[in-house]
């Protein structure tokens, strides 16, 4: 089975710019959420999509969107970007059935960069 | 979710086993006790996960105290490649998902000494 997948790797943005962020989720897993992790702190949790809608989000604001499509695939989307958005960004996958959550998988994430 | 307390680091020799503890004095009867760790450069990486009965899996053991206010994740023999940021969190399983976050905290950094 593969695990997460986050395209691209790294990325340069220039501030006030927009961003989207990939994510392909573990096979069989239906429900993806994402984070930031800003240099030497923790993962702060953005938000989480199941069932192709946003069900859970973080102290972001609505410049943080995303997506889920039908094969559980996300995207993360950023608008106006500010300096303070460098970060490394998680995509995490999991399986959810009826309130049981099976343990989330990390991907390796994408290094934004904003210059 | 109840937050988690951990010291900011910990040595450990290679070969030995590494004790890292987490305090969770106010966690909730339903809530359960993850420990992820993060190698440099890496996403996290699930470790184990417990609510009452201590754990153990092919990675780690998992002991938590009766009244569930502290647990202890044991690596039972250290190596080099286990050198990372260690975290516990504790988490609700809430009906489909809904909501449902990890909430990370600093973490212990392990480090695995020659």
């Known amino acids: 089975e593969t695990g997460v997948t986050q395209s691209p790797t790294h990325l340069i943005k220039t501030r006030g710019q927009q961003v989207t962020l990939r994510c392909s989720s573990q096979?069989?897993?239906?429900?993806v959420s994402w984070y930031q992790q800003a240099l030497g702190q923790g993962p702060q949790f953005i938000f989480q999509?199941?069932?192709?809608?946003?069900?859970g989000r973080g102290n972001f604001p609505p410049r943080f969107s995303g997506l889920q499509f039908p094969n559980y695939s996300s995207e993360l989307n950023v608008n106006a970007l500010e300096l303070d958005d460098s970060a490394l960004y998680l995509c995490?996958?999991?399986?959810?059935?009826?309130?049981?959550?099976?343990?989330?998988?990390f991907g390796s994430g994408t290094r934004l960069t904003v210059v | 979710d109840a937050k988690t307390t951990q010291p900011p680091s910990m040595d450990c020799a290679e070969g030995r086993a590494a004790n890292l503890p987490c305090n969770h004095s106010t966690i909730s009867g339903n809530e359960y006790v993850y420990w992820y760790r993060q190698i440099h450069s890496q996403g996290p990486q699930y470790i184990i996960h417990?609510?009452?009965n201590n754990e153990t899996n092919e990675m780690a053991s998992l002991i938590i105290t009766e009244d569930r206010k502290s647990s202890t994740l044991i690596l039972p023999h250290a190596t080099l490649r286990d050198t990372a940021v260690y975290y516990c969190?504790?988490?609700?399983?809430?009906?489909?998902?809904?909501?449902?976050?990890?909430?990370f905290g600093g973490g212990t950094r392990l480090m695995v000494k020659p």
């Open positions: 417990g609510l009452k």
């Open positions: 999509y199941y069932r192709e809608e946003e069900n």
């Open positions: 969190i504790v988490f609700r399983h809430l009906p489909n998902n809904a909501g449902n976050m990890l909430t």
């Open positions: 995490a996958s999991s399986f959810s059935w009826t309130g049981v959550n099976y343990g989330y998988t």
């Open positions: 096979s069989g897993h239906n429900t």
